[in-house]
């Protein structure tokens, strides 16, 4: 998932506590889903899903692996895996040793877990799995019950990030829905909250507005710490981060403001990038593309310049090799040329609007060949309103997950776009389709979800997908 690292050769010397390593990893993986897993719109059990009462008592009866070392919790709307990967780059490349929790996955669960820089093994996983079952047990027939997947994939990963035999310095943890509630919010401080920008999602959960979503999100900011704030576009949710960060004597770093990037130089596998900011300025490279990207990435610079505010060390090496080698699948990535096949798993309105800016402004084609799946929570219309401009023909798409938007309901709320939209049951029918009509300077794009994308990389690329 992520280039090699300087520090890879640590990998074969990294070492665990003695337990079981004979554990099957397709069993490991049978076993994390039999629990309510509401990714996967599975409910076990009538009670309610995991709380975070439960989680930290799971935590408990593993002795509290969250803690004993350096933190950076994130959240956000979009953003916040690139943001994550990034962050953790820098912190890495300084020569730290670091481990990063993201969600959802493009093909392995494994990829979830990173520890310095490499997804763990499946026999690492299915070992660590195997180590904390007696501790899940015991939390899932008490009182809290019904533990969920989510959960114990975050006690997983505390639990191996603790458990190498070289420490690990810094963990890098992604929150997995809002902030408040999430299961990775069990900390008592954390060294830096982030949060990227806020836009509509889950507002059967986490509220209908971006102000109600910001303060759920506000929930993962710790006393006397910092806050990083990307750049905003609803000064409502900018002033919920505002009030909280005053209220609990938290330094709040204000992104869009102390911070100015501009593009220097696109390619079609990367881009170039003059930021300004308090402590001058810096010309950086990410292979990631867009503008969104930048601005993710001046969010992770940021961070670096709020740590070595607090007597961290991270050079300025560090912060542009951590960028320039930091790459994540699934975001604006080509996957073919002639036609140009392009996917992202941009699964909102504001997504599908920082990915139409990046197709207008990093490729050329004639002609646009759409491929759109989602899940059944998202706001398809919202989607389809800022791509459909571009569109010459709209291909809605089913894809393995009980949550996934059936094709011809998709086809009806995106039909009155303009251009013709038809539906197909798979990613393999749909780029069929694609192809069949697109000439060699054509785009074809594929978007709407990662879990989409995961499907199409699988069929493009030859990348294998852990089957459920």
């Known amino acids: 998932m992520y280039a090699p690292s300087r520090y890879g050769q640590r990998r074969a010397h990294r070492g665990f506590a003695p337990y079981n390593a004979r554990v099957d990893y397709r069993a490991a993986i049978d076993y994390l889903l039999s629990f309510t897993d509401l990714e996967r719109g599975v409910q076990r059990s009538a009670d309610p899903a995991m709380s975070l009462e439960s989680m930290r008592s799971l935590l408990a009866r593993l002795d509290y692996p969250q803690r004993g070392r350096n933190t950076v919790h994130i959240t956000g709307s979009k953003g916040k895996g690139s943001t994550s990967a990034m962050i953790e780059g820098i912190l890495r490349w300084q020569g730290n040793s670091t481990s990063l929790f993201t969600s959802p996955h493009l093909h392995s669960y494994t990829e979830r877990i990173a520890l310095d820089g490499h997804a763990v093994s499946r026999e690492e996983f299915a070992a660590g799995l195997e180590a904390i079952r007696p501790a899940v047990a015991a939390e899932n027939e008490s009182a809290g019950g019904n533990v969920s997947t989510f959960g114990i994939m975050t006690a997983l990963f505390f639990w191996l990030t603790r458990a190498q ?21 069990v900390f008592d401080t954390v060294d830096v909250s982030v949060i990227t920008p806020i836009s509509l999602e889950h507002t059967a959960i ?138 992202d798993g941009a699964h909102n309105g504001e997504s599908a609007a920082a990915l139409a800016i990046a197709i207008k402004e990093y490729f050329r084609w004639k002609r646009c060949f759409l491929i759109v799946g989602t899940m059944r929570d998202k706001d398809v219309q919202a989607i389809g309103y800022k791509l459909a401009r571009f569109a010459d023909l709209i291909i809605c798409t089913g894809f393995n997950s009980p949550r996934a938007y059936e094709p011809m309901a998709m086809v009806t709320e995106m039909g009155f776009f303009g251009p013709a939209a038809v539906s197909e049951p798979t990613i393999a029918d749909a780029l069929d389709t694609a192809l069949s009509h697109a000439g060699p300077d054509d785009l074809v794009l594929i978007t709407g979800s990662l879990y989409l994308v995961a499907e199409a990389r699988a069929h493009l690329l030859g990348d294998a997908v852990d089957a459920d």
């Open 165 to 185: 035999a070289q420490p690990v310095n810094w963990q890098v943890v992604e929150v997995g829905l809002g902030g408040t509630f999430d299961t990775t919010n």
């Open 206 to 343: 986490l509220g209908n507005t971006c102000e109600e979503i910001a303060r759920d999100k506000a929930g993962i900011i710790k006393p006397k710490s910092i806050c990083v704030m990307a750049a905003q576009h609803d000064p409502a949710a900018a002033e919920v981060i505002r009030r909280r960060c005053d209220d609990l004597g938290t330094d709040l770093i204000e992104v869009g403001a102390l911070y100015e990037a501009e593009v220097l130089e696109k390619f079609p596998f990367g881009q170039s990038f003059r930021l300004h900011g308090p402590h001058g300025t810096r010309e950086l490279r990410t292979p990631m593309l867009g503008r969104h990207q930048v601005e993710n990435a001046a969010t992770a610079v940021a961070v670096a310049d709020a740590l070595r505010g607090r007597g961290h060390t991270i050079s300025d090496q560090a912060i542009a090799d951590g960028l320039a080698r930091t790459r994540v699948p699934g975001r604006l990535e080509v996957m073919g040329q002639k036609p140009l096949i392009l996917a």
